[in-house]
């Protein structure tokens, strides 16, 4: 039973370039969270999203950053006009269902030179 | 903003000693989750607790929640080199929602072998 699959597993991109993040939940869960971590700092929640909905993007800042779902496919976290802040490890989770546990992927870093 | 602090930020030990991280919320928390981040890994759910003064226990591992459902710990007894790791604190957003969480930024947890 896979877990959650995150690629690609490093991504390296220059400033003003675009970044794709893909995230495929574990089999039967149609709950998918990213977060966002910093060095040596906790994970901060971004965005929640079912399939085809943006549940809540609270976490997202309001430029450059967009999330999907589709109804069929991974999950995408799309950062346009990367800049040298957006460097940090983007991880994200799925459940099985609204409130239960999250299960992480093994992260996608996102080095921006 | 609803805070979360961990202390200590870094702890080294001896295999074989004791450690403890500590978990305080800006906020009452409906429920907190531990997790454990290897280095390099992504964040493992360990467990979550609930009720106010609850204790459980996994093996070398014991979880508290406060009563007043502010503060946790998480304590290893007998270190091994196989606890190496950042361990986070996480409770739920003020609304509730489980999967908004509030990461602490981890206690990161060295032995020496």
């Known amino acids: 039973n896979a877990g959650v699959m995150q690629n690609p597993r490093h991504l390296v991109r220059r400033r003003g370039q675009e970044a794709r993040l893909r995230c495929s939940p574990m089999k039967g869960h149609s709950h998918v969270y990213w977060y966002r971590q910093l060095p040596e700092e906790g994970l901060k929640f971004m965005v929640y999203l079912q399939k085809e909905n943006i549940i809540d993007e609270s976490g997202m800042p309001k430029e450059r950053f967009s999330a999907e779902f589709p109804k069929e496919g991974p999950s995408i976290l799309r950062i346009q006009q990367v800049v040298r802040g957006d460097s940090a490890a983007y991880f994200c989770?799925?459940?099985?269902?609204?409130?239960?546990?999250?299960?992480f992927g093994s992260g996608t870093q996102l080095s921006v030179l | 903003g609803q805070q979360v602090m961990q202390i200590p930020q870094y702890q080294h030990v001896q295999e074989g000693e004791d450690f403890t991280t500590y978990c305080n919320s800006s906020?009452?928390?409906?429920?907190i989750q531990w997790y454990k981040q290897r280095p390099g890994g992504h964040p493992v759910f360990l467990i979550q607790?609930?009720?106010?003064?609850e204790v459980k226990k996994q093996k070398r591992l014991t979880f508290q929640f406060g009563e007043a459902k502010k503060n946790s710990s998480l304590h290893i007894t007998a270190t091994q080199t196989t606890d190496v790791g950042t361990y986070f604190c996480?409770?739920?957003?003020?609304?509730?929602?489980?999967?908004?969480?509030?990461f602490g930024k981890g206690t990161l947890l060295t032995v020496n072998p």
């Open positions: 607790l609930v009720k106010s003064g």
């Open positions: 989770a799925s459940s099985p269902g609204f409130g239960e546990k999250l299960f």
């Open positions: 996480a409770g739920p957003n003020s609304g509730g929602s489980n999967y908004k969480l509030t």
């Open positions: 906020t009452t928390l409906s429920n």
